[in-house]
Antibody, heavy 119, light 108 residues
């Protein structure tokens, strides 16, 4: 059974940092690209960042470029998102999601972890 | 960036009735279009990909159609568990795979 489990969310002050993790199981992690997608309270879905299966390609949304860093450890089946210089408008549920290579949809999602940026 | 526009924002439907949801892309995305269902407090679930292919385990009452810039998700006979928010997403131009703003299907 494919499983994606996020962790690391919480309350942080503006300007602070947080590191999210996504532990995966039930599939060969190193065969798939992964992404982080966020959803602000009561809002729609926004793609944040992605990483290729090998980790060599790491695109970012303009809204987080230079502040967030995505990474993966294929030996530990773990995806990470380091978030620095957090802003109030980064408040959202953050989902990790799996995607095959090429133009494909997100076929599996984690349950999400809530990040709240507030003073 | 490709903009995805969904209509209507809210659709009120009685159980057993048909629901038709629309999604329009600002430029052609070929058939690289997915539909997701999201229930309160849950992650999105993939329903349809490649515009018309049902994902694993998705009931036959869900169907997708369209190509280019105009797409439709049809739920042939709404069940109680189908009341949710539905998002479309294009993945023809990556990154980003842009999402529509969602259509809420509520009980009439």
């Amino acid at each position: 059974e494919v499983q994606l489990v996020e962790s690391g969310g919480g309350l942080v002050q503006p300007g602070g940092s947080l590191r999210l993790s996504c532990a995966v199981s039930g599939f060969t992690f190193s065969d798939y690209a992964m992404s982080w997608v966020r959803q602000a309270p009561g809002r729609g879905l926004e793609w944040v960042s992605g990483i290729s299966a090998s980790g060599s390609d790491t695109p970012y949304a303009d809204s987080v470029k230079g502040r967030f860093t995505i990474s993966r450890d294929n030996s530990k089946n773990t995806l990470s998102l380091q978030m620095n210089s957090l802003r109030v408008d980064d408040t959202a549920v953050y989902y990790c999601a799996r995607k095959s290579a090429g133009p494909r949809p997100f076929d599996y999602w984690g349950q999400g972890t809530l990040v709240t940026v507030s003073s | 960036e490709i903009v995805m526009t969904q209509s209507p924002a809210t659709l009120s439907v009685s159980p057993g009735e048909r629901a038709t949801l629309s999604c329009r892309a600002s430029q052609s995305v070929s058939n690289n279009l997915a539909w997701y269902q999201q229930k309160p407090g849950q992650a999105p679930r993939l329903l349809i990909y490649d515009a018309s292919t049902r994902a694993t385990g998705i009931p036959a009452r869900f169907s997708g159609s369209g190509s280019g810039t105009e797409f439709t998700l049809t739920i042939s006979s709404l069940q109680s568990e189908d009341f949710a928010v539905y998002f479309c997403q294009q993945y023809n131009k990556w990154p980003p795979g842009t999402f529509g703003q969602g259509t809420k299907v509520e009980i009439k």
